[in-house]
């Protein structure tokens, strides 16, 4: 089965008392509904085990099936006496426990008369086959030719006595859901009628203070929208302004750049006219020079 789901928590307990104290939460119901349903599926499968046990197991007769069943009968009745003396040696109450023991062997002397008779009337070899039964209580196997230590820790074992304590617990609950289960009909049709106002109280606040409460957290909503959309707008201009900027940056020093550029340009473009007129200055008084070595000779 696994473990259990729900939490078993001591405080957790303490807060379900106090909160039915203060007011009728009809908790029994809801755990009368829990439990009817988990003692269903007990009960669902302790049938379908059965049917189990009848297409698989070969048929007896009637004369046969009482002699079977008055065994298992007697083989339960063992387990269950030696489960609880063992349980009362444990808590002390040793007269108790010898006298269960007592009762308890000579329920086994009749036990074992019942099963010579049981044996006699079958064969050998259908009496060797494992004839099962199931506990009504947990729906678990039990077989005919289990010892009395075997079945007295299944009858005294946790899953057995706690499905005993559940169907005990829902038969308390049972007997009193007819006055309870329409308390908490009419009580759930006030509720709707009301709309859940002041005497359907929600965690401790009536109407008012529920709408008083809505009303700040609408208010604290806007509040946080106007922030939100201010900061944005705060963070746009704040980027606007930074992209102007570089803008502004990229101009300044693509200007500066081309200024130097035109002005190195224009310092070459006068370094070479100078180059040229010192060039032209020299070839013209070459020129002259030769002219006039050319006249002295023409003169000689």
């Known amino acids: ?4 789901p729900r939490k078993h928590d001591l405080a957790l307990r303490a807060d379900f008392e106090a909160a039915q104290k203060q007011k009728d939460h009809f908790y029994d119901v809801d755990a009368c509904d829990h439990l009817t349903a988990f003692v269903a599926d007990c009960d669902r499968k302790t049938d379908q085990s059965k049917k ?26 063992i387990g269950k006496k030696l489960a609880a003396a063992e349980q009362l040696g444990a808590d002390g109450n040793v007269e108790e426990s010898i006298k269960l023991m007592e009762d308890v062997e000579n329920m086994r002397k009749t036990k074992s008369e019942a099963e010579q008779d049981y044996r006699n009337s079958m064969p050998a070899s259908s009496y060797q086959q494992q004839k099962l039964r199931v506990c009504e209580v947990c729906s678990a196997y039990l077989g005919i030719h289990d010892n009395d230590r075997r079945l007295a820790d299944h009858f005294g074992g946790k899953l057995h006595l706690g499905f005993i304590q559940i169907r005990e617990k829902l038969a308390e609950l049972q007997a009193c859901m007819d006055i309870r289960r329409p308390l908490k009909k009419e009580a759930k049709m006030k ?3 009301l709309g859940g106002a002041e005497k359907s109280e929600i965690g401790g606040f009536g109407r008012r203070e529920i709408e008083e409460r809505r ?5 604290d909503g806007r509040g946080g929208d106007r922030d939100r959309r201010r900061s944005r707008s705060r963070d746009r ?6 992209k102007s900027r570089d803008r502004h940056r990229r101009r300044r020093s693509r200007s500066r750049s081309r200024g130097h550029g035109g002005h190195r340009r224009h310092r070459r473009s006068r370094s070479r ?11 013209s008084k070459k020129v002259k020079k030769e002219r006039g070595s050319r006249e002295s000779r023409d003169s000689e």
């Not at 201009?237 to 930074?242: D, G, H, L, N, W």
């Open 215 to 219: 009303r700040e957290r609408e208010r």
């Open 1 to 4: 089965m696994g473990e259990c």
């Open 237 to 242: 201009r704040r980027k606007s302004r930074s």
């Open 52 to 77: 189990k046990l009848v297409e698989t197991q070969e048929a007896l007769s009637d004369e046969v099936t009482v002699k079977a069943n008055s065994v298992h009968d007697l083989a339960e009745t």
């Open 273 to 283: 006219g100078d180059r040229r007129r010192s060039r032209s200055r020299s070839g």
């Open 191 to 193: 509720e709707i009628a």
